[in-house]
């Protein structure tokens, strides 16, 4: 029997309001997360490494003035390194690799007083939009366990939805916070670029569309985590100017009236799907209601022009990636222990020229510049989150054609295919083509430029899967979504809704 049955009740910023006022020890709330862990974890799979003795000695010895003291937390485990304890990266190769330092927003995160429980599934190396590992296997929707978390923080967003942490680190490369957050029914927001640490590799994440955060239950959470991370990092490509105020101080400010432009073009041959329709048709109504100006306007920009400059630099530094393991590992224990798609698109980057490179870098400049302009003149671009409500898990899996194609592609024939440009390219689009049909490229544009955006869960289908809605900010403008965020929040309060599991476990006299 749980020891604490309104846990789930509570964001993180509440959890230490009653650590406070003396209602509740640290420690006793690190083991009501493990209890819930250990009883939810085996149906959902979103956790995969177990750091618990670790735990209850942090909890004993909380950091008394920290933002988050004595809160329940987990790390994504990719890039977010923490010193003696093993980041697969989701992949069989680096399943027992150990990193020797801490990454700096975890450090961020320690100093935050965060009680960090273990560590989430992800896709290998973050390249997927859902979290379906081979190392480790798929982690599931709390909603409903038939269905994908999402990814590539799918293991982040599962554990928060399910109530097992209030909160969870994310990284979010073309989506990887706000798409889960949308699987997930959770507020998913990727900062701008520069605005959190990236280091102490300072490899750019990326090319600097990678953004670390993390996805939580209640706008506050996101902005007070924001407050605690965020900020100047030496050595780090990429800097940002400070918010005016405490971003907590944002979420209870009135956003004003704002004009905001909305779209649901169709892209890659695919309408968006009715669900996905319905969310966004629903948020403008609740738009304006509260008074906002909301018009039907579409960017200067096609989703297949920046799908593909994306997926070239995404393939590029995949490619360096692997290539990087390669030196470390070998070839062959590379080739045997890497996911197939991952080798295909190494196959594919190494055939890729400079002049590719910088083209594509090229055309993010002038999507950036059209994303400025038409954000000069709306407050805030809203799109749905994704073009489709959340997949069923194994959906998105290569099927036998596709994986002769991926085999093909990384033989010596498929050098000599890719000797030609125009091969190169086509191989390009067909690999975009399968998640783009399913997914949509609503969120890349955000990477692509660096602007700031949000997934909001204001809508859930008539399945009862959630289906989130985006909105994008001018660059540096985070104040602005999340006086936005705390207003829809407080019109349409979604912090209240529990997944299926939840409602199924509490029935069972164990939890």
Not at 295 to 315: G, K, V
Not at 449 to 477: E, H, N
Request: with cysteine; proline share 6%.
């Amino acid at each position: 029997m749980t020891s604490f049955p309104d846990y789930d009740r509570y964001d993180g910023i509440g959890l230490v309001k009653l650590i406070k006022d003396g209602d509740i020890s640290s420690i006793e709330l690190c083991e009501e997360a493990i209890s819930r862990a250990e009883k939810l974890n085996p149906k959902l799979n979103a956790i995969i490494t177990t750091m618990y003795d670790f735990a209850r000695e942090e909890a004993k010895h909380p950091m008394k003035d920290a933002k988050f003291s004595g809160v329940p937390f987990l790390l994504k485990d990719v890039h977010h390194a923490l010193k003696g304890f093993t980041m697969s990266s989701g992949s069989a190769l680096l399943r027992n690799y150990v990193p020797e330092y801490d990454a700096e927003i975890v450090n961020r995160f320690k100093r935050a007083g965060l009680i960090i429980l273990g560590k989430t599934n992800t896709p290998e190396f973050k390249l997927t939009a859902v979290t379906e590992p081979e190392a480790f296997g798929p982690t599931r929707n709390p909603w409903n366990l038939d269905y994908s978390c999402g990814g590539s923080s799918g293991g982040s967003a599962s554990s928060v939805a399910a109530g097992i942490v209030p909160m969870a680190s994310a990284t979010d490369e073309g989506g990887s916070i706000r798409i889960p957050a949308s699987y997930c029914g959770l507020f998913g927001l990727k900062p701008s670029r520069g605005r959190n640490p990236v280091g102490p590799d300072f490899d750019e994440e990326w090319d600097g569309m990678s953004h670390s955060h993390v996805v939580t239950r209640s706008v506050r959470d996101s902005a007070a985590m924001l407050d605690a991370i965020s900020g100047f990092e030496y050595g780090a490509p990429y800097s940002i100017f400070n918010n005016e105020r405490p971003f907590i101080e944002e979420v209870s400010m009135e956003p004003g009236n704002l004009k905001i432009a909305f779209h649901m073009r169709p892209a890659y041959g695919r309408k968006v799907h009715p669900e996905c329709k319905k969310a966004v048709e629903h948020t403008c109504t609740l738009l304006e209601n509260l008074g906002h100006i909301v018009e039907d306007a579409t960017p200067d920009y096609q989703e297949e022009d920046a799908a593909l400059n994306w997926f070239i630099i995404i393939i590029g530094n995949a490619a360096a990636l692997v290539d990087r393991l390669i030196q470390a590992y070998g070839i062959s224990m590379v080739r045997s222990n890497l996911e197939l798609p991952n080798i295909a698109m190494y196959s594919i980057g190494t055939q890729l020229k400079a002049l590719d490179f910088v083209k594509a870098k090229r055309r993010w400049r002038h999507f950036g510049r059209v994303m400025d302009q038409m954000l000069y003149k709306y407050d805030m671009l809203l799109t749905p989150t994704l073009g489709e409500p959340p997949v069923l898990v194994g959906s998105q899996q290569p099927g036998n054609k596709d994986r002769f194609s991926m085999k093909l592609i990384s033989s010596f024939v498929g050098k000599l295919i890719l000797s030609s440009k125009k091969q190169t390219y086509a191989i390009l689009e067909e690999f975009l083509q399968n998640p783009m049909k399913d997914q949509m490229p609503f969120t890349i544009i955000a990477n692509i430029t660096g602007q700031p955006a949000m997934s909001v869960p204001l809508y859930w289908s008539k399945d009862g899967l959630p289906c989130g809605v985006q909105f994008i900010c001018r660059y540096g403008c985070e104040a602005k979504l999340l006086r936005l965020a705390g207003q829809l929040e407080k019109a349409q309060p979604w912090f209240g809704k529990k997944p299926s599991i939840l409602s199924e476990m509490k029935t069972d006299s164990s939890l």
